[in-house]
């Protein structure tokens, strides 16, 4: 027997005690993410707390800036845990999480990360990201948005599109136009600013799924201060690319598609007992699962060979995505941040995704098009809207023509 093992038994122990004891039941929800919605504020920031307490909302973040310090053998332990007692995650900025903080620990200065990274894991602020322009989003080195130095501050002039959640963010992660003498990419400043300053509007556009998810924000002379420029003046293309591939690894992995390898551990497991291969990809045996109630007969078998083979194939081809996700990972080296390849892992995930919502759609029939009123169950019409939001997957965080480009060239490093 190894000592290895022994460390994270007693780690698997702990956190079975921790969570019994600071889980409210109403954050068990997992299951059926609707019962979230029925939580109070007061449950809600209860878990929060206690999770951000053990730097758990960023779990591999160093402690020092209220990460949990985790190795990877750690996190798989805590992720086994958390699904076991079905909790929601605590409410975070996903943009913050998985996005500026992670640039934040690579590229910023001790005084940004102590300024920025705990009020992340505390759920203190949310954040947006403000790349795409109107002339700039696959070519983004294209943008337009001038920012210029007077005094200690920076003056920002022009405007940024789709950004999601800028009507509820606080702060944003802006790329701007520091020097357009040179080459467009060596222009380019990272820079971090609030949304509450004077001269930003902010404009919500209204997506096909009827939600209003993500705005245009302009900016008239805001005023940003000069030590909130992360990395080099005219360096920030390289904290950019980095970000983007912190972005495509997460939806890979978020996106409720083929990606989404969820670690289901059976509830009757004791701690210390030898553990069988959690099954690698919920999505897969869920669209089977929701295909039941729109089946007729007894035996529960749907009636079209075509949509039952493409189900089939949908479950098969998942499975291989899971398994070189999870291979991936575990080839991966400790410390080592994301490259290109995560275009890849982008690419096949958000296909996947818009995929399977199109096998639940036909699996529906004619339930799957409920848009509002009576007649249609209230999942039923948020499956629809997921439908149309699905659509977006290949074209948030890049399209899948530019992840096709970027493997091409940075990956088999193909010519232009
Ligand atoms: C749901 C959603 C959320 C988003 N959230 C944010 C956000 O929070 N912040 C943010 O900054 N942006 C966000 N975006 C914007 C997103 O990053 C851009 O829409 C995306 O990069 C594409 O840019 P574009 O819309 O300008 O399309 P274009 O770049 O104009 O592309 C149009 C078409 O041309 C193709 N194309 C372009 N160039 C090439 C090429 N070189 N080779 C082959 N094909 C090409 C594209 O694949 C696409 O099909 C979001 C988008 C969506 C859908």
Redesign the pocket.
């Known amino acids: 027997m190894t000592t290895e093992a022994q460390p994270l038994e007693g780690f698997r122990l702990e956190l079975r005690e921790w969570l019994e004891a600071n889980c409210p039941a109403s954050m068990r929800v997992i299951a059926d993410p609707s019962l979230y919605g029925k939580a109070t504020e007061a449950e809600k920031k209860q878990w929060l707390d206690a999770m951000a307490g053990r730097g758990f909302t960023t779990p591999t973040w160093p402690k020092e800036h209220g990460g949990g310090g985790l190795e990877k053998a750690e996190l798989q332990v805590l992720n086994e845990e958390l699904g076991r007692v079905g909790a929601y995650p605590p409410m975070v900025s996903f943009f913050g999480t998985a996005m500026l903080g992670p640039v934040l620990l690579e590229f910023g200065n001790d005084a940004q990360k102590n300024e920025h990274l705990r009020k992340i894991t505390n759920g203190e602020i949310n954040w947006?990201?403000?790349?795409?322009e109107p002339g700039a989003?696959?070519?983004l080195a294209s943008l337009q948005t001038r920012a210029v130095l007077d005094g200690d501050h920076y003056i920002i002039n022009g405007s940024?599109i789709?950004?999601?959640q800028a009507n509820v963010a606080d702060w944003i992660f802006c790329l701007v136009r520091t020097d357009a003498t040179g080459p467009k990419h060596d222009g380019i400043s990272f820079i971090l600013f609030d949304l509450k300053s004077p001269g930003v509007t902010i404009s919500p556009i209204q997506l096909i799924s009827g939600s209003s998810e993500?705005c245009q924000v302009f900016f008239q002379d805001v005023k940003a201060d000069a030590k909130n420029l992360v990395g080099p003046l005219n360096g920030g293309w390289t904290i950019a690319k980095r970000l983007l591939e912190h972005e495509r690894k997460t939806l890979s992995g978020g996106m409720g598609g083929a990606g989404m390898a969820v670690p289901v551990v059976k509830k009757d497991k004791k701690a210390g007992e030898k553990k069988k291969k959690a099954p690698l990809v919920a999505s897969a045996s869920l669209l089977a699962e929701s295909a039941r109630p729109y089946i007729p007969g007894d035996d529960k078998r749907l009636g079209d060979a075509d949509l039952r083979s493409k189900i089939a194939q949908y479950e098969l081809d998942a499975l291989c995505f899971s398994f070189s996700m999870r291979r991936s990972g575990e080839e991966g080296k400790a410390g080592r941040g994301p490259g290109p390849a995560t275009s890849m892992f982008k690419l096949y995930s958000s296909e996947m995704n818009k995929r399977k919502m199109e096998l639940q759609m036909s699996i529906r029939g004619a339930n799957g098009l409920g848009w509002e009123g009576e007649g249609f169950e209230p999942g039923e019409i948020s499956e629809t809207r997921g439908w149309l939001r699905s659509k977006?997957n290949s074209?948030?965080?890049?399209?899948?023509?530019?992840q096709l480009?970027v493997i091409a060239k940075r990956v088999l490093g193909l010519p232009d």
């Open positions: 947006c990201q403000g790349y795409s989003g696959s070519d940024k789709w950004t999601t993500f977006g074209i948030e965080g890049g399209t899948s023509e530019v480009n």
